[in-house]
């Protein structure tokens, strides 16, 4: 298998722009997730997709973000009106192929660095 | 609620040192999973292991160990003679198993730093 493939690796932005990142996960991966990582801190869960559809979405994610995996295979991370508390890494992982359950590892991309200016 | 606790900052050992880092996991499930990855200075998140709830069996892969113990709700990892590659942030983290969801709730993790 390829691994999770996330880009761009880093991304520097003025606050108030808009921003989009990509995930191509693991082939034959139903499920995806998004997360979020600041400084010394563990990821935090953010979304996750069931083939196409975007089946949980925590708290954190506030209505300037939205996320889509459209046909089910890559997914887009959207974040408009990036604010300065946006600069974190945004990690996606993919897991479980057709058959396995939900406690499949995820396996994880490099993730992308996002600063805001 | 769910939590997982990584006590442990920051630790510092000399190569060819044993190493044990902590997890202590809060959960009412019965049904769970715990899993430990490594993030090195690259970024990327490695899966190292991962143990169901049922599952109290200790594993040994290598240099690496798992001690899982429900009486404590612990699940800590020993590396055996560490090595500086070893120099990374290890996560511990839970998954509910009543929830179809497969998120994972991560520690805040704990590095390790192996010096020659």
């Known amino acids: 298998d390829t691994g999770v493939s996330q880009n761009p690796r880093h991304k520097i932005t003025k606050r108030g722009q808009n921003v989009t990142f990509r995930c191509d996960p693991i082939?034959?991966?139903?499920?995806l997730y998004w997360y979020r990582q600041t400084l010394g801190q563990g990821p935090e869960f953010l979304t996750y997709f069931q083939n196409e559809a975007q089946l949980e979405k925590s708290r954190l994610l506030s209505d300037r973000f939205s996320a889509e995996r459209p046909k089910g295979s890559f997914s887009t991370l959207e974040i408009q009106r990036t604010e300065q508390g946006d600069s974190a890494m945004y990690l996606c992982?993919?897991?479980?192929?057709?058959?396995?359950?939900?406690?499949?590892?995820?396996?994880f991309g490099d993730g992308t660095r996002l600063s805001i200016l | 609620a769910q939590k997982v606790t990584q006590a442990q900052t920051e630790i510092s050992v000399v190569e060819k040192e044993d190493v044990t880092l902590d997890c202590v996991y809060e959960?009412?499930?019965?049904?769970?999973?715990l899993f430990w990855y490594k993030q090195p200075p690259s970024g990327e998140l490695v899966f190292l292991i991962r143990?169901?709830?049922?599952?109290?069996q200790n594993e040994i892969s290598g240099r690496y160990s798992w001690n899982f113990q429900k009486s404590t709700s612990s699940f800590n990892f020993t590396i055996t003679a560490s090595q500086v590659v070893d120099s990374a942030v290890y996560f511990c983290a839970l998954c509910r198993g009543s929830s179809n969801t497969g998120k994972l709730i991560f520690g805040q993790g704990t590095t390790l730093q192996v010096k020659p």
């Open positions: 143990r169901n709830s049922f599952d109290e």
């Open positions: 082939s034959e991966h139903n499920r």
């Open positions: 959960t009412r499930d019965t049904t769970y999973y």
């Open positions: 992982a993919s897991s479980q192929r057709p058959g396995q359950g939900a406690d499949q590892p995820q396996h």
